[in-house]
């Protein structure tokens, strides 16, 4: 199988056999093949210094770019969600218990059949209440149609991020994709260490939880401005080499502000199947300047450039920029503006709408052929869904650990003796 097409018989095998149970369910007609994120983490693994792009869907617009763009390379994709996007308190109108429906419509309407994960990233924990609260909220969240989550507890110390993980599990379909977290994301300070990785990979291994992806603090931060040192590279494949036996993949976070050297470099030198692209797809979807990377550039007043022509009407982009000065919104803060002017912007005449989604589609496409090297991808998860036979690969490797050393009391334990410098607060929302 060459590119991936709807009529073509291993397409039809995998629509049959790929679509996880709550994907059935909800869309029994469709022909979308909306599938467990870890087909995808196998498909990068299997072409090898390859990584799925998972871009955060914060506007109708940037997910029909992306699904283009991935058609176009015939790429696996993720379209993600995090909490602070689209949980119960978001600031976009796209959110957890949406965007499969969005997804959905959206392949079948432009005939997309490249497989697509449904993401609910950065699903983040910051006390107890927030885990109990948890255990009614994320079922919803799969009943909605979410086909893989990042469990967030990095920002708590390593003994409760990783408890509250395993307290957490049960209630997450055991053929989702996973994601956990070590280190906040935060920039240059908290960097994570092999300790802490190894800490939580071979706590959660002794119970039976295999995750797909770990997130690091490896030196990037979230949001458009550049950080001092951006992603370390070295720490990374050094860490990613220590978890080597656990098979578990990496998952980079904020990948503004790195220019592509630099995540070649990530795809070429360590462990990584998925970055996560949030803040570029918004700005470039709006018609801002940016660079070739996707940061926007900011004038000498620290201000946005809007290209005349680009993007959303000028007319509209000069009336978020009076809401975002009334309502002291600054620079990364300017992505509070999805919400109260979503409906604005899909009530644009429709020739600016598609200019929208075509400025996605070829920055997407770029970085999925010339950055991430996931070109044919979509093939090779086909190819593995069929192979398989299921919706579930089952996970990549078995219980290596002694449960009889992590019980509670252990790993709180453990964890006291681990050295680790966690810095000030950070902003790991998304």
């Not at 799925?52 to 379209?79: C, D, E, H, Y």
């Not at 449904?118 to 799969?142: M, N, R, T």
Request: charged share 20%; aromatic share 6%.
């Amino acid at each position: 199988m060459a590119l991936a097409q709807t009529n073509h018989p291993d397409f039809q095998k995998a629509l049959a056999i790929g679509r996880p149970p709550n994907i059935k369910k909800l869309f029994p007609n469709s022909q979308a093949l909306i599938v467990s994120g870890k087909f995808i983490d196998r498909a990068m693994r299997i072409k090898g210094q390859a990584i799925s792009m998972a871009a955060n869907g914060r506007s109708s617009f940037v997910i029909r770019g992306a699904l283009k763009a991935a058609q176009r390379a015939n790429s696996a994709l993720i379209i993600e969600i995090a909490k602070s996007e689209g949980g119960a308190n978001a600031y976009c109108a796209v959110n957890y218990w949406n965007i499969a429906r969005m997804v959905d419509a959206f392949c079948n309407e432009m005939a997309i059949c490249i497989p697509v994960v449904i993401h609910a990233d950065h699903y983040g924990i910051k006390s107890q209440a927030d885990v109990e609260a948890a255990k009614i909220e994320i079922p919803s969240l799969f009943n909605a149609g979410i086909t893989s989550i990042a469990i967030d507890a990095s920002h708590l110390p390593d003994d409760q991020n990783l408890l509250a993980s395993i307290e957490l599990n049960p209630f997450v379909p055991p053929w989702a994709g996973l994601e956990t977290e070590v280190g906040e994301i935060k920039g240059k300070t908290g960097l994570s260490t092999i300790d802490e990785a190894l800490f939580l990979i071979q706590g959660l291994n002794a119970h039976d939880i295999f995750p797909d992806w770990i997130a690091l603090n490896n030196g990037t931060t979230h949001g458009i401005e550049e950080s001092g040192q951006g992603i370390q590279v070295a720490l990374t494949a050094e860490i990613h080499n220590a978890l080597e036996r656990y098979q578990i993949s990496g998952a980079q976070h904020g990948t503004s502000g790195n220019n592509s050297d630099r995540l070649r470099d990530i795809a070429q030198k360590t462990k990584t199947t998925k970055a996560n692209v949030a803040t570029a797809l918004q700005m470039i979807s709006w018609g801002l300047e940016v660079n070739d990377f996707g940061n926007a550039i900011l004038d000498a007043d620290g201000n946005f450039n809007k290209q005349k022509g680009e993007g959303m009407t000028d007319a509209l982009w000069a009336e978020m920029v009076a809401y975002a000065d009334s309502h002291g919104l600054k620079g990364g803060n300017f992505k509070k503006l999805n919400l109260p002017f979503e409906n604005k912007l899909q009530g644009q005449p429709v020739e600016v709408q598609k200019n929208m989604i075509q400025r996605v589609e070829n920055f997407v496409h770029n970085m999925l052929v010339n950055v991430f090297n996931a070109q044919d991808t979509a093939t090779l998860t086909i190819e593995h869904i069929v192979s398989t036979g299921s919706h579930d690969p089952g996970p990549k490797v078995s219980r290596m650990e002694d449960p009889a050393d992590w019980t509670t009391q252990k790993i709180i334990e453990r964890a006291a003796s681990l050295s680790s410098d966690k810095g000030p607060a950070g902003d790991f929302d998304d």
